[in-house]
C-alpha cells in the first residue's frame, strides 16, 4: 500500500536510451540467466522489463561443458555453462516468434568461434523482424573457442566489432570481459571499431576444488564468477569505462536490489543488466524495477537519466 | 499444461533431528501440498541475506495426512545446516513445485529400489503408487541398520518391504540393486523406480534394461536457478537416435527415464 501511494505522489520517469532504443525503464535480464524468456513468464510480466536479452547464440547448436557446471562461493556463483544453445537457425524458428510478440525491445546475443562466425551471425538475424539489436559477446570465460579470446586483446576486439557492424544496420553492444589489465583499452578499441554501446562486466574467471575429490569442483575446472561478491570489481569498471568512452553503458554484475541499480548508474551506467539475481529470485527483475519506482518517488527525481554518472568526487 | 509452480513463505510446522546428520522438516505450504506429484522438488532459500546464495533443491519426500509437506535431508553444508537449524513458527522461501515427476501407473506391480538417502523421493512415491491399487515392491538399503531411513514409516504402509545393509545388520547383506538383482525375473514387476547413489542407479538401470523393465531413476546435481533458466544442471541423455545431449535436471527432470541416461559420463 505504501508503495502504491508513493509512486501515486511522484511519477518520475524510467525511460532511458540505449544506442537509439528507448527503453520504458533501465532494468533488463543479462544473457544467460533468462532462457529464452518463456521460462520465467510464469513468475513476472515479462512486458514490464527494459529489454529483453536472451542467452547467447552461436552458429550451431553448441551442446555446453560437462558437468558439474555450477560451484556456489561465499555470496557469489561459479559457473560454466559452456554457452549451450540450440543454434542460430533453431532460434529463429522455434524461439523468435515467442519473443517477437512481446513488448521490450529484444537484444539477442552472440558469439562465435572466428571472426567470419560472428559476422554471419549478423547477418542472419538482422533480417530477422523484432530484434532491435545485437549484443555481441567477446567475454564468455568458459568456451575454449573463441569468446573470451576476442575480448581480451583490444585489436581482435576491434576486428569483430567492425566484422558485425558490416552485416547489420542493428544497433551493436559489445559485452566486455573483466579478465583484463585495463578494461578502458578494449572499451575505447571497440568503440573506435564502431560499437554503439558497451556492456559489462561479464564473469570474473575463477576456480573452486572439491577437497573430497581433489578434483576441480567444475567439470571445465574454470568458471566464471557472478554475483553480489564481484558486485564492487563491475561498478569500478563501469566507472572506469565511463569516463573513458561516450558511448551509453549497460552495467552489471552482482546486481541483486534497486540500490545497486542506482549506484552503477551513478558510475556511468545507462541501464542495467540482472543476472545471477533471477537465479535466486525468479521475481528480481520485477522486484527490482519495483523498487527503483519507489526510489524516485521518494527521492523526488523526475527523470532518472539525471543518476546517469551524477557520482560526486 | 498450466505450470503449477508458486513462490511462497512457507511456516515451518515441525523440525527433527532423526539421525545425527539427517532432519524432517514439516511446512504448511498448501498450494504446493495440493499441487505436488512424487519426484518434483522444492527449491528453497537457506539464508535471509545473499550468503548462502543460491537455493537448494529437495525432493518432496512426503505429503502428511494434514496436507503439511514433508521434507527430508541430510545437513551436509552451509544452506542444510541453516535449514536444519530452523524451528516451528519461522518462514522459509519456498519455490514450488518443481520438475518432472515419476509416471504414477495404477493396478501394475512396481518396484522401487531406495539406497540411501535416495528413499526421500520415494516414500511420497510409493503413497501414490498404493493409491493407484499397484503392488509395491520396497527395497530399502542402507551401510548398516542405523541408516535404513523411514524404517517405521514403510512398515505402517501396505507395502512389500525388503531390506539390504552393506554390513548385513539387517535384511540381505549387500547393496539394495544385489537384493533387487534376485527378485528380479523376466515378468517379476511391470515397472521399476529408483534414488541413490550414482553407481547403484546405473546398474539398476543395466538389470532393468536387460528384462525390458520400464525404468526411472531421480537424478541429483548441481543446481541454482531450478526453473530451466541457466542450463547449470544439466545430465547427459541420449535421445531415440542414440546422439548424446544435456538435458536440465531441474526442467527435464530430475526423474528420467533410467534407459536414456548417460550412465559412463
Known amino acids: 500500500m505504501e508503495r502504491v501511494q508513493a509512486v501515486k505522489g511522484h511519477q518520475g520517469s524510467l525511460e532511458v536510451e540505449i544506442a537509439g532504443i528507448t527503453l520504458q525503464n533501465p532494468v533488463m535480464p543479462a ?14 510480466d515479462l512486458n514490464r522489463l527494459g529489454a529483453i536479452v536472451v542467452k547467447t547464440l552461436t552458429l550451431h547448436p553448441t551442446p555446453g561443458n560437462p558437468p558439474p557446471r555450477i560451484s556456489e562461493t561465499y555470496s557469489g556463483l561459479l559457473n560454466s555453462i559452456g554457452l549451450q544453445n540450440p543454434g542460430v537457425e533453431k532460434f529463429v524458428q522455434v524461439k523468435l516468434p515467442y519473443l517477437r510478440q512481446l513488448k521490450p525491445p529484444l537484444i539477442v546475443n552472440i558469439a562465435g568461434r572466428t571472426i567470419s562466425e560472428y559476422a554471419e ?33 583490444p585489436e581482435m576486439a576491434a576486428q569483430v566489432t567492425a566484422a558485425v557492424k558490416k552485416q547489420t544496420s542493428l544497433p551493436v553492444i559489445v559485452k566486455l570481459t573483466p579478465n583484463v589489465t585495463d578494461i578502458t583499452e578494449v572499451a575505447k578499441a571497440v568503440v573506435d571499431a564502431g560499437a554503439d554501446a558497451l556492456a559489462l562486466i561479464n564473469t570474473l574467471r575463477g576456480m573452486a576444488i572439491d577437497l573430497e575429490t581433489r578434483r576441480p569442483a567444475l567439470g571445465n575446472i574454470i568458471g566464471g564468477l557472478s554475483g553480489p561478491a564481484i558486485k564492487p570489481v563491475a561498478l569500478y569498471a563501469v566507472w572506469r569505462v565511463a569516463r573513458a568512452v561516450k558511448v551509453p553503458i549497460i552495467g552489471m554484475g552482482g546486481i541483486m536490489t534497486a540500490h545497486d541499480v542506482i549506484e552503477f548508474m551513478l558510475a556511468g551506467a545507462t ?26 518517488a521518494a527521492q523526488g527525481i523526475d527523470d532518472v537519466r539525471e543518476l546517469i554518472g551524477a557520482v560526486q568526487i | 499444461m498450466k505450470l503449477l509452480t508458486e513462490i511462497l513463505e512457507a511456516v515451518v510446522l515441525a523440525s527433527s533431528q532423526i539421525r545425527p546428520d539427517i532432519y524432517l522438516l514439516s511446512l504448511e505450504a498448501p498450494t504446493i501440498s495440493r499441487d505436488a506429484r512424487p519426484g518434483q522438488f522444492v527449491h528453497i532459500r537457506c539464508s535471509h541475506t545473499y550468503d548462502p546464495l543460491l537455493r537448494r533443491p529437495l525432493s518432496i519426500h512426503d505429503i502428511g495426512s ?56 520415494l516414500l511420497f512415491l510409493a503413497r501414490k503408487l498404493l493409491e493407484s491399487d499397484n503392488e509395491v515392491n520396497f527395497f530399502l538399503g542402507a551401510q548398516d541398520c542405523d541408516k535404513l531411513l523411514r524404517l517405521e514409516a514403510l512398515r505402517r504402509m501396505e507395502v512389500n518391504l525388503f531390506l539390504a545393509t552393506d554390513d548385513g545388520s539387517a535384511g540381505f547383506k549387500g547393496t539394495v540393486t ?36 520400464p525404468a526411472e531413476v531421480s537424478l541429483e546435481e548441481r543446481m541454482a536457478c531450478g526453473i530451466g533458466l541457466c542450463r547449470g544442471c544439466v545430465t547427459a541423455v541420449c535421445d531415440a537416435s542414440g546422439h548424446k545431449k544435456y538435458e536440465n535436471v531441474c526442467s527435464c527432470g530430475p526423474v528420467f527415464n533410467a534407459a536414456a541416461v548417460c550412465w559412463e559420463d
Open chain 1, 31 to 44: 544473457a544467460g540467466t533468462f532462457g529464452f524468456g518463456e521460462e520465467l513468464a510464469p513468475f513476472i
Open chain 1, 121 to 153: 551471425l549478423a547477418s542472419r538475424l538482422s533480417g530477422e523482424a523484432g530484434i532491435k539489436a545485437l549484443e555481441v559477446n567477446i567475454s564468455c570465460p568458459n568456451v575454449k573457442e573463441g569468446g573470451i579470446i576476442f575480448g581480451t586483446v
Open chain 1, 271 to 296: 541501464a542495467v543488466a540482472v543476472g545471477t539475481a533471477s537465479l535466486v529470485n525468479p521475481r528480481a527483475l520485477i522486484e527490482i524495477i519495483e523498487g527503483l519506482e519507489d526510489y524516485v
Open chain 2, 66 to 121: 494434514k496436507g503439511e509437506l514433508v521434507l527430508l535431508f541430510q545437513a551436509k553444508g552451509r544452506g542444510t545446516a541453516w535449514l536444519a537449524g530452523q524451528q516451528a513458527g519461522n518462514r522459509i522461501n519456498v519455490l514450488g513445485p518443481v520438475g518432472q515427476g515419476f509416471s504414477i501407473v495404477a493396478n501394475k506391480k512396481v518396484a522401487i529400489v531406495a539406497g540411501g538417502l535416495g528413499v526421500v523421493p
Open chain 2, 178 to 213: 544385489d537384493l533387487w538383482k534376485k527378485h528380479l525375473r523376466p515378468g517379476a514387476f511391470d515397472w521399476a523406480y529408483a534414488c541413490g547413489p550414482q553407481a547403484e542407479m546405473a546398474e539398476f538401470a543395466r538389470l532393468a534394461e536387460r528384462v525390458a523393465l
